[in-house]
Structure formats: structure tokens, C-alpha cells
């Protein structure tokens, strides 16, 4: 690993961490009952733990704002110190009428050993970059790539508006923004096969957005993925839309933002995420009466990532209870679940429930487990094979995102997409894991673009345009 360390960043580090950490010594509440006080200084001690690889990952010389490391360092270090340090100080630390805060040391310590062991896989083994060689060739074939990105994107889209139809939505509904048409109230939930075409459509926009100039065209097309997305309600995938525009804008120039936009643009994303947050439930169940601007303007920018932020507790929860009372379900959820995942319940009606439903329920309650609650990657880990298989898959999981840091360097339009496409998918694995669900939205993300890019209709195998002079 080089420790070439940047000077500036590692004091503005350094002074920010230990300023929280002293923060978190001397703001302890008083009278905390045993378990309670346990608890808080085991996060106390997490967070020590993580200033020092905070602060030694930013401070690296080769640092880079969007390396997946850091949006890994920062959901953690919120879920598992900012979020249950001010929940104690609050008095909300319970989960479904239940305390889950006994087995918080425990759960500290296993968080600690797997960011540990994703930490060294993360940068073990780096070698010194070679300077990139941008390439001056010209693009051949842009017209094919246009006409493979709308084939894709045309097929993605009648697939995920198919399954919108299959969930109870009409035509007028979704492409009103739920201001007309109607609801089945009867309405399942759709088809889980059709469900990951709504991860498909977003590079293959991206290639739009890159190529085509006509303006209209983008703007029909980028409305449409918004009704589609809106109406499916799921956060995620308009997250990883954003993601994909914003990261693919800077990579491809070599720039970076400047603090003052992240800002903006993080105030941004809180305002429309807590919008949805506030009209979701309406919007997907067609109940416009169920929304309203005070809900919208209580939960801005203080409720919009709760459920994702709180999931500590449903990880010492099941902490707690595996395996003193529950065996590991080794593999159930991760292997075999993954493998089932596709199978319509059309073919096979007896077909297993998730595997966290179950565990939810054990570990707190059958509320909770009705109500949808997850936990974070580790906790998957955990009831499936315990510590180990913490501390094993967490290494897996660094050499995988340490491969995907090295598209970021990449002067190739293929890898720079893939990365700005896959951005939020590494978010969504760390705040609520599914590992079969992050299986299927990694193919169905992938994939579009090796069909864009290496299947040829006519022409030759093009050339790789150059990326340095903001030609996009």
C-alpha cells in the first residue's frame, strides 16, 4: 500500500475525526443503564477504529472522492457510530418494541474485524499506476452504437413498464405521474425476473446522453425512466441514475468537483429523495390523499435515509440471537437463494420466502419481518456463516471494489461507464443487502454494456475515443 500522504488532507482528516471522537467522550449521558453504557463506549471504540482508516485512506496521495472506498467508509462509520451514538443520547435505540443494544459490543467488534479485512484487501497489493496514455484515435461506428444503445434501452423499458402493468398500474397512471389512470388494489408486487430491467435502461442512456444530439430525443426517453422509476417507488434506482450522469461527467474529463457543488448537489439529492420519501407510499399504491406538503416538509432532510441509517439495530439483533438461539442458515440466502431468484412463483408456487424475512422475524419480531426491515451486508453475512464469514466475504467484497476503482484511471468509455453505472450498487449493498438481489442488478447493469460495445452488427471493432477534453 503507498503511504505518500497529503499533508493538508491529513490534518483537515485528522482535526475532523478527533474533534467527533472527543465529542463522543465527553457528551456521554449520565445514569445510562449497564448494557446502555457498554454499548456506548464499544461505539466509542468503533469509531477509533475507523478514524484510523478514514483518515489514512483520505490522506493517501492518490486519493480519489469517488473511489468506492470512501462511500464504503462513510455509510459504515454513519450506521454503525453517527446513527447509535445519537439514538442513545435520544432515547431510539429500540426496533419493534425490542432492545437490541446488549449485543452492541459484540457487534462492534465483528464490524471492526470486517472493515478490517475489506480494508487490507481493498489496498493490498497495489502497484505503482502507470501514467495513461490517452488515446488521439477517432470513434468509428457511433451510428451503431446509437442503434444497439436504443435497442437495449427499448427492450429494458417495455419490460419494466411491463411489469409495472403486471403490478396493477394502468398506461395513464405511469406516464402521469400517478395524476391519472387507475389501480388495481388487489395488485401484487410484479415479477422479480422484469423487476432488474429498471437497472438495465441506465447505461444504455448514458450511451444516449453521450452520442445523440438530438435534444428532444434525450429528453422523451429521460422523462420516461422517470415515470418508471417514480411509480416503482424504489430510491435506488434513481440514485444510480444520478450517479451514473454525474460521475460519468467528471471521470471522463479527469476532474473532480469542487466542494462547493458537492454541497449543492447533496442538498439536491436530499430534497427530491425526501419528496419520494414523503409521496412514495401514495404513488405506488394510488392514494394521492395520503400525501402532503407538511409531511413533505417535516421529513426533508432529517428522515429521508432513516430506515437505511438505522439498520444497525436489526444487526445487533440478529447478533444477538445467532447463533444462541438460531443456527446459521449457511448458504441459504447468499447460494441458494441467488440461484432461485428468477424463477417465476407462477412455475414454482412453493417457492422459498427471502431468507431475511425469516431471519428479521427470529431475531425481533414478525412486525419488523412484515414490515420489510433489512439489515447491512454484514448482517447477511452473519447469519449465513457467522464472524468468518464476515471477515472472509468482507475481504472478497474489497478485492471486487478494488477491481472497480481501477475503471476509474480507465481512458475507456466501457469501463468509465461500468463504473458510473455500478456506483449505486455499491450503495445499495452496504445500507440493505440482498446479495441474490445485487447478483441480478450487477448482470443486469453489466450487461448492456458488452452487448453495446462488444457485439459488431457491421462495422469493424471501432477505436476508443478520447476522454480528456470534455468532448462529451
Known amino acids: 500500500m503507498s503511504m505518500k500522504v497529503n499533508k493538508w488532507r491529513f490534518a483537515i482528516s485528522m482535526l475532523t475525526m478527533s474533534l467527533i471522537g472527543i465529542w463522543i467522550m465527553f457528551s456521554c449521558p449520565i445514569n445510562l443503564d449497564g448494557h446502555l453504557e457498554k454499548a456506548y463506549w464499544a461505539i466509542f471504540g468503533l469509531h477509533i477504529v475507523m478514524q484510523i482508516m478514514i483518515v489514512i485512506s483520505v490522506s493517501r496521495q492518490e486519493a480519489d472522492l469517488f473511489e468506492p472506498i470512501m462511500l464504503v467508509m462513510l455509510l459504515y462509520y454513519c450506521i454503525f457510530v453517527y446513527r447509535p451514538i445519537i439514538d442513545i443520547h435520544n ?34 497489493g497495489n502497484k505503482k499506476q502507470e501514467p495513461i496514455e ?9 451510428s451503431q452504437i446509437l442503434v444497439k444503445a436504443y435497442a437495449v434501452w427499448i427492450v429494458a423499458f417495455a419490460a419494466s413498464v411491463l411489469n409495472l402493468v403486471v403490478s396493477g ?27 432488474f430491467f429498471s437497472y438495465t ?68 439529492m436530499l ?15 394510488g392514494d394521492s390523499a395520503s400525501f402532503s406538503w407538511e409531511d413533505f416538509s417535516t421529513s ?23 447463533p444462541s438461539k438460531y443456527p446459521y442458515t449457511m448458504g441459504r440466502a447468499i447460494i441458494m437463494q441467488t440461484l432461485i431468484t428468477m424463477i417465476p412463483r407462477a412455475i414454482w408456487p412453493g417457492k422459498p420466502d427471502v431468507v431475511i424475512s425469516e431471519v428479521i422475524k427470529n431475531a425481533v419480531n414478525q412486525s419488523a419481518a412484515d414490515s420489510g426491515m433489512a439489515s447491512p451486508n454484514i448482517g447477511e453475512y452473519y447469519f449465513e456463516f457467522g464472524v468468518l464469514g464476515c471477515v472472509v466475504l468482507m475481504f472478497i467484497v474489497g478485492k471486487i471494489f478494488k477491481h472497480w476503482k481501477s475503471y476509474i ?17 455499491v450503495f445499495q449493498l452496504i445500507i440493505r443487502t440482498s446479495t441474490p438481489s445485487l447478483v441480478y442488478q450487477y448482470i443486469f447493469t453489466i450487461v448492456p454494456i458488452l ?12 477505436e476508443i475515443e478520447e476522454l480528456t477534453n470534455g468532448t462529451h
Open 169 to 195: 398500474k394502468s398506461l395513464s397512471y405511469i406516464f402521469s405521474l400517478s395524476l391519472s389512470g387507475t389501480i388495481e388494489d388487489s395488485a401484487d408486487t410484479g415479477i422479480a425476473a422484469l423487476s
Open 451 to 462: 452487448l453495446i460495445e462488444r457485439i459488431n452488427i457491421k462495422q469493424k471493432k471501432y
Open 409 to 425: 484511471a480507465s481512458n475507456k468509455i466501457e469501463k468509465i461507464i461500468a463504473y458510473s453505472c455500478l456506483y449505486g450498487v
Open 300 to 322: 426533508m432532510f432529517t428522515n429521508v435515509f432513516d430506515a437505511d441509517l438505522t439498520t444497525y439495530k436489526q444487526f445487533y439483533a440478529i447478533v444477538d440471537a445467532y
Open 134 to 142: 490517452v488515446s488521439k484515435r477517432v470513434l468509428l461506428g457511433q
Open 91 to 124: 432515547g431510539d435505540y429500540m426496533t419493534f418494541g425490542v432492545d437490541p443494544m446488549s449485543a452492541c459490543p459484540k457487534s462492534c467488534v465483528i464490524v471492526a474485524s470486517s472493515l478490517i479485512s475489506f480494508w487490507f484487501a481493498y489496498y493490498s
Open 271 to 285: 430534497f427530491v429523495m425526501s419528496f419520494l420519501q414523503a409521496a412514495r407510499h401514495g404513488i405506488r399504491f
Open 201 to 268: 435502461m441506465i447505461a444504455p442512456w448514458l450511451y444516449i446522453l453521450i452520442y445523440d444530439r438530438g435534444r428532444t430525443k434525450k429528453m422523451i426517453i429521460t422523462f420516461l425512466m422517470l415515470c418508471v422509476y417514480v411509480i416503482r417507488g424504489t430510491r435506488i434506482t434513481l440514485l444510480s441514475m444520478a450517479a451514473a450522469v454525474v460521475l460519468y461527467f467528471y471521470l471522463s474529463r479527469k476532474r473532480r468537483p469542487k466542494f462547493r457543488s458537492v454541497i449543492i448537489a447533496v442538498i439536491a
